[in-house]
């Protein structure tokens, strides 16, 4: 059985989210893993001097328990995957390939993590639209006033920064592109690696 472990990373908003379930779709014997469904509670999760809760760090994550999951599938996807309500696609030709979608905005942050993707890629938008784009978005606990400027953007900076520092071989996309052209551009990539994965 093969196995192939996508990383789909990005800034917040950038479009992971829409782009993996798109994939998920599309690509048989897949699913998807979401960093945000990792979020410590927000009683655990300490403010910073300026009173802005720190979400924006490995340290507001359940990282061991998304590793767990992750370890889970890779001893049996088939089973991880039936557990989560997917039952194995049959619609094509039988595969034996499994392909696992991890997103998140810090998956290239966390070591243990990123030695496990066989690609990597990462979604970024300018400064104007993830501004935009966030203000539309409501989060749980809501994102209080001056928290994007004050908080969200100046640790995008500090983990971006980390990340070009430690990952090398990340495929950056441009998350204005339409929907539709990051799903087909990145879908056939995918689907040349399985190819020559298959050799
Ligand atoms: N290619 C795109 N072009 C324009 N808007 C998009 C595109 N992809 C996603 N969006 C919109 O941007 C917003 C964020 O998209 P999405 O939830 O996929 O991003 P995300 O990176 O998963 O965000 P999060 O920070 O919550 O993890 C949504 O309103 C979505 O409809
Ligand atoms: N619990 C959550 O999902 C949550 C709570 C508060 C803030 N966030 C934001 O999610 C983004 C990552 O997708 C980060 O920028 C967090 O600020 C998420």
Same mark, same amino acid.
């Given at each position: ?5 996508? =990383?789909?990373g990005g800034?917040?908003? @950038?479009?992971?989210? $829409? %782009? ?5 779709? &599309? ?60 039952a194995e ?14 997103? =998140?905005f810090l998956?290239?942050?966390? @070591?243990?993590?990123? $030695? %496990? ?5 990462? &979604? ?76």
């Amino acid at each position: 059985m093969r196995k192939l472990i996508i =990383g789909i990373g990005g800034m917040t908003n @950038g479009g992971k989210t $829409t %782009l993996s379930k798109g994939l998920q779709e &599309l690509l048989r014997n897949s699913l998807v893993i979401s960093q945000d469904n990792f979020f410590k509670d927000d009683s655990v999760v300490p403010a910073d001097v300026n009173g802005f809760k720190q979400y924006d760090t490995l340290d507001a994550l359940h990282m061991d328990r998304m590793m767990a999951d992750i370890g889970s599938w890779q001893e049996d996807p088939q089973g991880f995957m039936t557990s989560r309500g997917h039952a194995e696609d049959t619609a094509f030709e039988p595969s034996n390939v499994f392909v696992l979608i991890v997103e =998140g905005f810090l998956i290239f942050n966390h @070591g243990p993590l990123n $030695t %496990l993707f066989n690609k990597r890629y990462f &979604l970024q938008i300018p400064y104007k639209i993830c501004k935009e784009r966030r203000s539309s978005r409501v989060y749980v606990p809501p994102d209080p006033p001056g928290y994007f400027d004050g908080y969200v953007w100046p640790m995008y900076l500090k983990n971006r920064k980390v990340m070009e520092e430690t990952v090398n071989d990340i495929v950056f996309l441009d998350g204005t592109k339409k929907s539709e052209m990051l799903l087909s551009t990145v879908l056939a990539d995918i689907q040349e690696i399985l190819k020559v994965t298959e050799r």
